[in-house]
């Protein structure tokens, strides 16, 4: 038997047997990812729906400074935090770095200007086709952001999964302000950087597999979602 043959086989042993080290990380990052995921969303949506709906001076470099951030070093959003965190930094009292408030924290503002940006384009699109009809009948402001909003809810969805994408494969923001720590900041994708480096290839390979599971699987409830709802939609 070939040694990638042993490895592959001894990866999925440990997929299957799913052991508490294994289970652990998956969690953290799964706990992580969606944690940074649904306080980006609480805040992006609504500003990509106020910037769609509200024509306001600074508007076109607003959007043109958060397309910007959409390549964000991920290392270099580590080193900052790190910096500011640090017990010699600003905000050192808060006494959150090596722990996973500090990766959700990092997490947030690699995923943010991504709502922001993906879904703008799309909640302006409805918007531009539906302000004659909000204006002809007074429709609030706050209403015709709730408005577009619901009307873009299916379509959203592609853009949380991306950011939930950028979230779960991150690597160099976490594993600065998270310090990798065993059983407490270690998650899929640091684990694989430091199981490879030591040469434990099945573990990393299981957990890369798992992570590739997670996101067919993902992407499989997304695509079943909109496929059903497809005549509620905007599209």
Avoid at 18 to 30: A, G, K, M, Y
Wanted: proline share 3%; glycine share 6%; charged share 15%.
């Amino acid at each position: 038997m070939s040694d990638f043959s042993e490895i592959l086989i001894n990866s999925i042993r440990l997929i299957f047997s799913f052991n508490t080290e294994l289970s652990d990380i998956v969690f953290l990052s799964l706990k992580v990812s969606f944690s940074a995921l649904l306080i980006s969303c609480l805040i992006g949506l609504p500003i990509a729906a106020y910037s769609s709906v509200k024509a306001f001076f600074g508007k076109k470099f607003f959007i043109l400074l958060v397309n910007s951030l959409m390549g964000l070093p991920p290392v270099f959003v580590g080193l900052v935090l790190y910096i500011v965190f640090s017990k010699s930094g600003p905000l050192g009292f808060f006494e959150i770095l090596y722990t996973p408030t500090v990766m959700i924290l990092a997490q947030i503002i690699l995923i943010l200007p991504i709502i922001i940006s993906i879904s703008f384009e799309t909640l302006e699109s409805i918007y531009f086709e539906y302000e004659e009809m909000l204006k002809s009948l007074r429709v609030s402001f706050r209403d015709s952001i709730l408005i577009i909003l619901w009307d873009a809810r299916y379509c959203l969805l592609t853009t949380v999964l991306a950011g939930l994408g950028r979230a779960m494969s991150e690597v160099g923001a976490i594993i600065i302000v998270g310090g990798n720590i065993a059983y407490y900041t270690r998650v899929m994708t640091t684990t694989i950087a430091l199981e490879t480096s030591k040469g434990n290839l099945e573990l990393a390979l299981a957990l890369g597999t798992i992570l590739i599971l997670i996101s067919i699987s993902l992407n499989f409830i997304v695509f079943m979602v909109k496929h059903f709802t497809k005549n509620l939609s905007y599209d």
